[in-house]
Protein backbone atom coordinates (compact mmCIF):
# COMPACT_ATOMS: atom_id res chain seq x y z
CA UNK A 1 0.00 0.00 0.00
CA UNK A 2 1.82 3.45 -0.83
CA UNK A 3 1.72 6.17 1.23
CA UNK A 4 2.16 10.15 0.22
CA UNK A 5 4.82 11.41 2.40
CA UNK A 6 4.21 14.19 4.21
CA UNK A 7 7.52 16.13 2.24
CA UNK A 8 6.19 15.49 -1.32
CA UNK A 9 5.38 18.82 -2.68
CA UNK A 10 1.64 18.03 -3.50
CA UNK A 11 1.07 16.81 -0.14
CA UNK A 12 2.78 20.28 1.34
CA UNK A 13 0.27 21.84 -1.17
CA UNK A 14 -2.37 19.80 0.01
CA UNK A 15 -1.42 21.27 3.53
CA UNK A 16 -1.02 24.82 2.58
CA UNK A 17 -4.57 24.90 0.75
CA UNK A 18 -6.59 23.49 4.33
CA UNK A 19 -4.26 25.88 6.42
CA UNK A 20 -5.83 28.78 4.08
CA UNK A 21 -9.18 27.12 3.73
CA UNK A 22 -9.55 27.18 7.76
CA UNK A 23 -7.69 30.21 8.05
CA UNK A 24 -9.97 32.72 5.17
CA UNK A 25 -13.48 30.84 4.21
CA UNK A 26 -16.41 32.69 5.82
CA UNK A 27 -14.40 35.09 7.40
CA UNK A 28 -15.73 38.68 7.05
CA UNK A 29 -13.07 41.47 5.82
CA UNK A 30 -13.08 45.05 7.33
CA UNK A 31 -14.80 47.49 5.61
CA UNK A 32 -13.12 50.50 4.36
CA UNK A 33 -14.05 53.84 5.60
CA UNK A 34 -14.42 55.08 2.37
CA UNK A 35 -15.03 53.44 -1.35
CA UNK A 36 -11.03 52.37 -2.38
CA UNK A 37 -10.92 52.98 -6.06
CA UNK A 38 -8.29 51.30 -7.50
CA UNK A 39 -6.88 50.41 -11.08
CA UNK A 40 -5.59 47.11 -11.85
CA UNK A 41 -3.16 48.02 -14.87
CA UNK A 42 -0.07 47.07 -16.41
CA UNK A 43 0.46 48.01 -19.68
CA UNK A 44 1.40 44.04 -20.75
CA UNK A 45 -0.92 42.01 -22.21
CA UNK A 46 -1.51 38.20 -20.18
CA UNK A 47 -0.13 39.37 -17.33
CA UNK A 48 -3.21 38.63 -14.89
CA UNK A 49 -4.67 42.21 -14.92
CA UNK A 50 -8.87 40.58 -15.68
CA UNK A 51 -7.74 37.22 -13.65
CA UNK A 52 -6.99 39.22 -10.80
CA UNK A 53 -9.28 42.01 -11.42
CA UNK A 54 -12.94 39.37 -11.13
CA UNK A 55 -11.32 36.91 -8.60
CA UNK A 56 -10.02 39.45 -5.92
CA UNK A 57 -13.71 41.45 -6.10
CA UNK A 58 -15.48 38.38 -6.14
CA UNK A 59 -13.45 37.20 -2.85
CA UNK A 60 -14.14 40.84 -1.55
CA UNK A 61 -17.88 40.66 -2.57
CA UNK A 62 -18.21 37.40 -1.18
CA UNK A 63 -16.55 38.21 2.18
CA UNK A 64 -19.60 40.50 2.19
CA UNK A 65 -18.42 44.02 0.39
CA UNK A 66 -20.07 45.94 -1.80
CA UNK A 67 -17.83 45.58 -5.21
CA UNK A 68 -17.62 47.52 -8.54
CA UNK A 69 -16.19 45.95 -11.73
CA UNK A 70 -15.91 48.45 -14.31
CA UNK A 71 -14.17 47.07 -17.27
CA UNK A 72 -12.79 50.07 -19.63
CA UNK A 73 -10.98 47.24 -21.82
CA UNK A 74 -12.57 46.60 -25.25
CA UNK A 75 -12.14 43.23 -25.30
CA UNK A 76 -14.55 42.94 -22.35
CA UNK A 77 -12.52 40.13 -20.91
CA UNK A 78 -13.63 41.01 -17.19
CA UNK A 79 -17.46 41.07 -18.29
CA UNK A 80 -17.44 37.65 -19.81
CA UNK A 81 -15.73 36.13 -16.68
CA UNK A 82 -18.65 37.74 -14.67
CA UNK A 83 -20.63 36.71 -16.64
CA UNK A 84 -21.85 39.71 -17.72
CA UNK A 85 -24.17 40.41 -21.17
CA UNK A 86 -21.74 42.76 -23.45
CA UNK A 87 -22.71 42.03 -26.86
CA UNK A 88 -23.19 45.45 -28.95
CA UNK A 89 -26.36 47.01 -27.93
CA UNK A 90 -25.71 45.97 -24.28
CA UNK A 91 -25.11 49.74 -22.73
CA UNK A 92 -21.57 49.59 -21.63
CA UNK A 93 -18.77 51.94 -20.02
CA UNK A 94 -18.47 53.02 -23.72
CA UNK A 95 -21.95 55.07 -23.58
CA UNK A 96 -20.80 56.33 -20.25
CA UNK A 97 -17.73 57.29 -21.29
CA UNK A 98 -18.23 58.57 -24.90
CA UNK A 99 -22.19 59.90 -24.56
CA UNK A 100 -21.77 60.70 -21.18
CA UNK A 101 -24.91 58.53 -19.79
CA UNK A 102 -24.51 57.73 -15.94
CA UNK A 103 -22.82 54.44 -14.49
CA UNK A 104 -26.03 53.67 -12.71
CA UNK A 105 -27.87 53.00 -16.23
CA UNK A 106 -25.09 50.74 -17.76
CA UNK A 107 -24.09 48.51 -14.03
CA UNK A 108 -25.80 44.86 -14.33
CA UNK A 109 -25.34 42.41 -11.59
CA UNK A 110 -23.16 39.68 -11.31
CA UNK A 111 -26.13 36.80 -11.36
CA UNK A 112 -23.46 34.22 -9.08
CA UNK A 113 -22.06 36.57 -6.59
CA UNK A 114 -24.27 38.62 -4.71
CA UNK A 115 -22.85 42.21 -3.87
CA UNK A 116 -20.57 42.49 -6.92
CA UNK A 117 -21.76 44.47 -10.12
CA UNK A 118 -19.79 45.75 -13.29
CA UNK A 119 -20.05 48.23 -16.00
CA UNK A 120 -19.52 46.22 -19.12
CA UNK A 121 -17.28 46.80 -22.00
CA UNK A 122 -18.55 46.11 -25.48
CA UNK A 123 -17.00 46.27 -28.40
CA UNK A 124 -17.84 50.10 -29.46
CA UNK A 125 -14.89 50.49 -26.79
CA UNK A 126 -12.35 50.03 -29.32
CA UNK A 127 -13.19 53.25 -30.70
CA UNK A 128 -13.64 55.33 -28.12
CA UNK A 129 -9.73 55.77 -27.65
CA UNK A 130 -9.78 57.84 -30.47
CA UNK A 131 -13.41 59.74 -29.90
CA UNK A 132 -12.18 60.45 -26.73
CA UNK A 133 -9.36 62.64 -28.16
CA UNK A 134 -11.47 65.58 -29.33
CA UNK A 135 -13.85 65.40 -26.49
CA UNK A 136 -13.72 67.72 -23.71
CA UNK A 137 -12.23 66.83 -20.16
CA UNK A 138 -11.26 63.53 -21.83
CA UNK A 139 -9.08 62.67 -19.25
CA UNK A 140 -11.29 63.24 -16.09
CA UNK A 141 -14.83 61.80 -17.67
CA UNK A 142 -14.33 58.42 -15.95
CA UNK A 143 -13.17 60.32 -12.42
CA UNK A 144 -16.53 62.52 -13.08
CA UNK A 145 -18.95 58.99 -13.71
CA UNK A 146 -18.26 57.53 -10.67
CA UNK A 147 -18.33 60.84 -8.24
CA UNK A 148 -21.72 61.45 -9.05
CA UNK A 149 -22.60 57.40 -9.19
CA UNK A 150 -21.55 57.38 -5.77
CA UNK A 151 -23.27 60.60 -5.29
CA UNK A 152 -26.61 59.36 -6.62
CA UNK A 153 -26.73 56.12 -4.46
CA UNK A 154 -25.88 58.07 -1.65
CA UNK A 155 -28.40 60.38 -2.39
CA UNK A 156 -31.16 57.56 -3.06
CA UNK A 157 -29.67 55.77 0.24
CA UNK A 158 -28.34 53.20 -1.45
CA UNK A 159 -25.00 51.14 -0.58
CA UNK A 160 -21.96 52.87 -2.08
CA UNK A 161 -19.43 50.28 -3.12
CA UNK A 162 -16.60 49.53 -0.81
CA UNK A 163 -14.40 48.62 -3.80
CA UNK A 164 -14.51 49.63 -7.28
CA UNK A 165 -11.93 47.98 -9.35
CA UNK A 166 -11.28 49.25 -13.07
CA UNK A 167 -9.50 46.70 -14.97
CA UNK A 168 -7.58 48.27 -17.55
CA UNK A 169 -6.85 47.69 -21.41
CA UNK A 170 -2.90 46.52 -21.95
CA UNK A 171 -1.72 50.07 -23.35
CA UNK A 172 -0.95 53.55 -21.54
CA UNK A 173 -3.33 55.34 -23.79
CA UNK A 174 -6.27 57.60 -22.70
CA UNK A 175 -8.84 54.85 -21.60
CA UNK A 176 -5.95 53.83 -19.32
CA UNK A 177 -5.41 57.35 -18.03
CA UNK A 178 -9.01 57.74 -17.47
CA UNK A 179 -8.43 55.19 -14.98
CA UNK A 180 -5.88 56.24 -13.39
CA UNK A 181 -7.13 59.79 -12.90
CA UNK A 182 -10.17 58.01 -11.73
CA UNK A 183 -8.42 56.15 -9.07
CA UNK A 184 -6.49 56.48 -5.56
CA UNK A 185 -4.49 53.36 -5.87
CA UNK A 186 -2.68 51.38 -8.47
CA UNK A 187 -3.04 47.81 -8.20
CA UNK A 188 -0.23 45.83 -10.67
CA UNK A 189 -0.29 42.22 -11.10
CA UNK A 190 3.23 40.95 -12.36
CA UNK A 191 3.64 37.42 -14.38
CA UNK A 192 6.45 35.83 -12.45
CA UNK A 193 8.43 35.74 -15.88
CA UNK A 194 11.32 36.36 -17.23
CA UNK A 195 11.18 40.50 -18.74
CA UNK A 196 8.51 40.87 -15.84
CA UNK A 197 10.25 44.13 -14.39
CA UNK A 198 10.94 45.56 -18.00
CA UNK A 199 8.05 48.05 -18.85
CA UNK A 200 7.60 48.29 -14.93
CA UNK A 201 9.51 51.49 -15.35
CA UNK A 202 7.87 52.43 -18.08
CA UNK A 203 4.27 52.08 -16.13
CA UNK A 204 6.30 53.66 -13.08
CA UNK A 205 7.01 57.31 -14.94
CA UNK A 206 3.44 57.29 -16.72
CA UNK A 207 2.09 57.21 -13.16
CA UNK A 208 3.78 60.09 -12.09
CA UNK A 209 3.61 61.82 -14.54
CA UNK A 210 -0.28 61.50 -13.74
CA UNK A 211 0.10 62.08 -10.35
CA UNK A 212 2.11 65.64 -11.09
CA UNK A 213 -0.45 66.69 -13.76
CA UNK A 214 -3.94 65.18 -12.61
CA UNK A 215 -4.32 63.62 -9.99
CA UNK A 216 -2.01 64.09 -6.82
CA UNK A 217 -3.46 61.85 -4.63
CA UNK A 218 -2.63 58.60 -6.69
CA UNK A 219 0.35 55.89 -5.70
CA UNK A 220 1.04 51.98 -6.12
CA UNK A 221 -0.64 50.52 -2.88
CA UNK A 222 -0.77 46.77 -4.19
CA UNK A 223 1.44 44.39 -6.22
CA UNK A 224 0.35 40.58 -6.80
CA UNK A 225 2.45 37.93 -8.50
CA UNK A 226 0.28 36.02 -10.42
CA UNK A 227 1.23 32.74 -12.14
CA UNK A 228 3.87 31.95 -10.01
CA UNK A 229 5.09 28.13 -10.85
CA UNK A 230 7.18 27.23 -7.79
CA UNK A 231 8.96 24.05 -9.68
CA UNK A 232 10.94 27.11 -11.69
CA UNK A 233 14.28 28.74 -10.17
CA UNK A 234 13.22 31.68 -12.41
CA UNK A 235 9.81 32.07 -11.07
CA UNK A 236 11.00 32.28 -7.44
CA UNK A 237 13.98 35.16 -8.84
CA UNK A 238 11.35 37.01 -10.05
CA UNK A 239 9.31 37.15 -6.84
CA UNK A 240 12.28 37.80 -5.01
CA UNK A 241 13.55 40.98 -7.32
CA UNK A 242 9.97 42.40 -7.08
CA UNK A 243 9.88 42.17 -3.35
CA UNK A 244 13.25 43.58 -3.23
CA UNK A 245 12.35 46.55 -5.13
CA UNK A 246 8.59 47.08 -3.64
CA UNK A 247 8.69 45.38 -0.12
CA UNK A 248 5.72 47.88 1.00
CA UNK A 249 3.40 46.70 -2.14
CA UNK A 250 3.69 43.83 -3.08
CA UNK A 251 1.29 41.35 -1.26
CA UNK A 252 2.42 38.06 1.16
CA UNK A 253 0.55 36.01 -1.06
CA UNK A 254 0.97 34.65 -4.71
CA UNK A 255 -1.20 33.47 -7.05
CA UNK A 256 0.02 29.52 -8.51
CA UNK A 257 -0.07 29.32 -11.85
CA UNK A 258 -3.68 26.89 -12.31
CA UNK A 259 -5.65 25.57 -14.58
CA UNK A 260 -9.04 26.04 -12.79
CA UNK A 261 -8.28 30.05 -12.92
CA UNK A 262 -7.79 29.88 -16.94
CA UNK A 263 -10.59 27.34 -17.02
CA UNK A 264 -13.41 29.57 -15.29
CA UNK A 265 -13.96 32.36 -17.61
CA UNK A 266 -14.90 29.79 -20.46
CA UNK A 267 -17.87 29.13 -18.22
CA UNK A 268 -18.88 32.63 -17.61
CA UNK A 269 -17.54 32.37 -13.51
CA UNK A 270 -14.73 33.60 -11.62
CA UNK A 271 -12.76 30.90 -9.94
CA UNK A 272 -14.22 31.52 -6.67
CA UNK A 273 -17.57 30.20 -8.00
CA UNK A 274 -16.34 27.95 -10.38
CA UNK A 275 -14.31 26.03 -7.97
CA UNK A 276 -13.57 27.75 -5.05
CA UNK A 277 -11.68 25.08 -2.37
CA UNK A 278 -8.69 25.07 -5.93
CA UNK A 279 -5.29 26.38 -5.15
CA UNK A 280 -6.16 29.13 -6.92
CA UNK A 281 -9.66 30.44 -5.48
CA UNK A 282 -7.64 29.90 -1.92
CA UNK A 283 -4.63 32.41 -2.87
CA UNK A 284 -7.06 35.15 -4.42
CA UNK A 285 -9.12 34.81 -1.20
CA UNK A 286 -6.10 35.42 0.52
CA UNK A 287 -4.59 38.05 -1.61
CA UNK A 288 -8.41 40.06 -1.14
CA UNK A 289 -7.90 39.63 2.49
CA UNK A 290 -4.35 40.83 3.02
CA UNK A 291 -5.83 43.88 0.73
CA UNK A 292 -9.29 44.51 2.85
CA UNK A 293 -6.51 44.59 6.13
CA UNK A 294 -4.22 46.70 4.80
CA UNK A 295 -6.86 49.39 3.58
CA UNK A 296 -8.18 49.05 7.24
CA UNK A 297 -4.66 49.17 9.00
CA UNK A 298 -4.29 52.47 6.66
CA UNK A 299 -7.20 54.04 7.66
CA UNK A 300 -6.18 53.42 11.48
CA UNK A 301 -3.23 55.52 10.45
CA UNK A 302 -4.17 57.78 8.91
CA UNK A 303 -7.23 59.09 11.52
CA UNK A 304 -7.68 62.09 9.19
CA UNK A 305 -8.55 60.93 5.70
CA UNK A 306 -11.39 62.36 3.58
CA UNK A 307 -14.33 60.06 4.53
CA UNK A 308 -16.78 61.23 1.32
CA UNK A 309 -15.35 61.31 -1.96
P1 LIG B 1 -4.46 40.45 -18.87
O1 LIG B 1 -5.79 40.94 -18.44
O2 LIG B 1 -3.31 41.11 -18.17
O3 LIG B 1 -4.30 40.49 -20.36
P2 LIG B 1 -5.47 37.83 -18.17
O4 LIG B 1 -5.95 37.97 -16.77
O5 LIG B 1 -6.50 37.87 -19.25
O6 LIG B 1 -4.34 38.91 -18.45
O7 LIG B 1 -4.63 36.48 -18.23
C1 LIG B 1 -4.03 36.07 -19.45
C2 LIG B 1 -4.27 34.57 -19.64
O8 LIG B 1 -3.62 33.85 -18.60
C3 LIG B 1 -5.74 34.18 -19.58
O9 LIG B 1 -5.97 33.16 -20.50
C4 LIG B 1 -5.92 33.68 -18.16
O10 LIG B 1 -6.95 32.71 -18.07
C5 LIG B 1 -4.56 33.06 -17.87
N1 LIG B 1 -4.20 33.13 -16.46
C6 LIG B 1 -4.20 34.21 -15.66
N2 LIG B 1 -3.79 33.92 -14.41
C7 LIG B 1 -3.51 32.58 -14.43
C8 LIG B 1 -3.04 31.65 -13.45
N3 LIG B 1 -2.74 32.02 -12.20
N4 LIG B 1 -2.88 30.36 -13.83
C9 LIG B 1 -3.16 29.96 -15.09
N5 LIG B 1 -3.59 30.78 -16.05
C10 LIG B 1 -3.77 32.08 -15.74
MG1 LIG C 1 -7.33 41.86 -19.54
Given at each position: ?P???N ?8 A ?11 RP?PK ?8 VA???G?V???T??V???A ?20 S??L ?7 V??I??V???G?T????V??C????HL ?11 A???L ?10 Q ?8 Q?R ?7 D ?19 A ?6 P ?8 E ?6 K?IE ?7 P?L?V??I ?6 GR?R????V ?11 V ?7 S????E ?13 NS?GA?S?L???S???D??A ?13
Amino acid sequence: MPTIANDTPLAQQVAADARKRIALTGRPFPKPAATRVLTVANQKGGVGKTTTTVNVAAALAQAGLDVLVIDIDPQGNASTALGIEHHAEVPSIYDVLVEGETLAEVVQQCPDVPHLACAPATIDLAGAEIELVSMVARETRLQKAITAYLAQRRAAGQPVPDYIFIDCPPSLGLLTVNAFVAADEVFIPIQCEYYALEGLSQLLKNIELIRSHLNPGLHVSTILLTMFDGRTRLSAQVADEVREHFPAQVLRSSVPRSVRISEAPSHGQTVMTYDPNSSGALSYLEAASELADRGAARHDDEKTREVTR
